[in-house]
């Protein structure tokens, strides 16, 4: 369910914290994160607030989509399957393309094409504004030897 200023300000109450301070509590809480266990159930959590257009504007505001793009190229395959989850569910908004595109991450997301984990090799096809940056020939022919 998607979230607007009235539902949030219900949820919170008059004493819960405001969603861009969560979401920074979240940004500080993987920065400073050694064990990667809680780095993918952080990435994971940060990925599912993507999906709502109501934190768009908090996630570029705490450079999120830098941190799916950073978790992107990880060895660790969670990780990248938490970072292209949510770049594929903040990408449905222009704006957060935008800084996907600007940031070099169209490479990143095609890369997920050769993925053994099939969540990060199937992400990608959501990603409706980076479409034109991804659908070209390279791609296009990288995609039939895996169809093959």
Same mark, same amino acid.
């Given at each position: ?46 990925? !599912?607030?993507?999906? &709502? =257009?109501? /934190?768009?504007?908090?996630?570029? $505001?705490?450079?999120?989509?830098? %941190?799916?793009?950073? @978790? ?16 594929? !569910?903040?990408?449905? &908004? =222009?704006? /957060?393309?935008?800084?996907?595109? $600007?940031?070099?991450?169209?490479? %990143?997301?095609?890369? @997920? ?36």
């Amino acid at each position: 369910m998607f979230t607007n200023n009235r539902r949030q300000e219900e949820r919170t109450g008059k004493y819960g914290t405001p969603r861009v301070n969560y979401l920074q509590e979240l940004v500080s809480q993987f920065q400073n994160a050694t064990d990667e266990e809680i780095k993918e159930r952080i990435a994971a959590n940060l990925a !599912n607030f993507a999906y &709502d =257009p109501y /934190n768009y504007t908090f996630l570029r $505001q705490l450079n999120v989509l830098e %941190l799916f793009l950073d @978790c992107m190229t990880e060895p660790n395959e969670r990780l990248v399957e938490f970072g292209i989850g949510g770049i594929c !569910n903040a990408c449905v &908004d =222009p704006s /957060n393309a935008a800084v996907v595109i $600007q940031c070099g991450g169209i490479p %990143l997301v095609i890369q @997920c094409l050769s993925s053994p984990v099939r969540n990060t090799r199937q992400q990608w096809n959501r990603d409706e504004p980076c479409g034109s940056h991804m659908l070209n020939i390279p791609v296009l022919e990288h995609l039939l030897t895996l169809a093959l």
